[in-house]
């Protein structure tokens, strides 16, 4: 079936560096690609997203990158800080008919050293 | 905007008894999605409904699963009867799919609720 791989499944960086996490994807009918925040005990929060006609977006620390050909996408956090540690997932949605499928990646661990 | 609503957070039960959940969507939303999640994992599909009609129930164990959505709105999940292996996370969430007006498929997650299976 179709599925969604990240990487790492852990991360540790020292506060200022950056972060990047990568995603492949099977489903060549993805078009849509979000990734949620989830700290310990809390529910997923998207923090940022990425349609298949835009090959990357960013927002402040936080820059997302689209490669359709290869079906990857990446997620980039400079100037990393504490409050960054938490679990983050990538997602690919495709539409059929008139509804949506989602696929969750795993999930990486990010632990940001003082 | 009120979010997602979950109930209860927390349940504990013994193995081969029955638990269902609750989940209230943000208003307006039709598309309704549950998920389980075990710890040090990533969510799983369980069941979507698109308004009160199943769109993808694919990964739903259907011999103790079930899931309704009557209205439109609220949804229930239960699990009949529990075992050790369904300890986990449920996150409801709920969505407006992109052919509505306004709407950009962007899932918004409840609390979830704790099921420990003993």
């Known amino acids: 079936g179709e599925n969604v791989e990240q990487h790492p499944s852990t991360l540790s960086v020292q506060e200022g560096d950056s972060a990047v996490i990568k995603c492949t994807y099977s489903d060549s009918a993805s078009n849509y690609f979000p990734w949620y925040k989830q700290e310990l005990g809390k529910r997923p929060q998207l923090i940022i997203d990425?349609?298949?006609?835009?090959g990357e977006k960013k927002d402040q620390r936080i820059a997302v990158t689209l490669n359709k050909t290869a079906k990857h996408f990446s997620l980039h956090i400079t100037e990393t800080q504490p409050e960054d540690s938490a679990v983050y997932f990538c997602?690919?949605?495709?539409?059929?008919?008139?509804?949506?499928?989602?696929?969750f990646g795993s999930g990486t661990r990010l632990s940001i050293r003082p | 905007e009120a979010g997602v609503a979950q109930s209860p957070r927390y349940k504990i039960i013994e193995k081969r008894q029955s638990v269902a959940f609750w989940c209230n969507p943000i208003s307006g939303h039709a598309t309704l999605y549950w998920y389980q999640q075990i710890l040090g994992q990533g969510p799983k599909l369980l069941i979507q409904f698109q308004n009160n009609g199943v769109v993808d129930d694919s990964q739903l164990p259907k011999d103790r699963f079930s899931a309704e959505r009557l209205k439109g709105v609220d949804s229930t999940l239960k699990i009949q009867p529990a075992k050790l292996e369904d300890s986990a996370v449920y996150l409801c969430?709920?969505?407006?799919?992109?052919?509505?007006?306004?709407?950009?498929?962007?899932?918004?997650f409840g609390p979830g609720t704790r099921l420990t299976v003993l």
């Open positions: 997602a690919a949605s495709a539409r059929y008919s008139s509804a949506s499928k989602i696929i």
């Open positions: 969430a709920s969505s407006l799919p992109r052919l509505t007006s306004g709407g950009t498929d962007t899932q918004y």
């Open positions: 990425i349609r298949s006609n835009v």
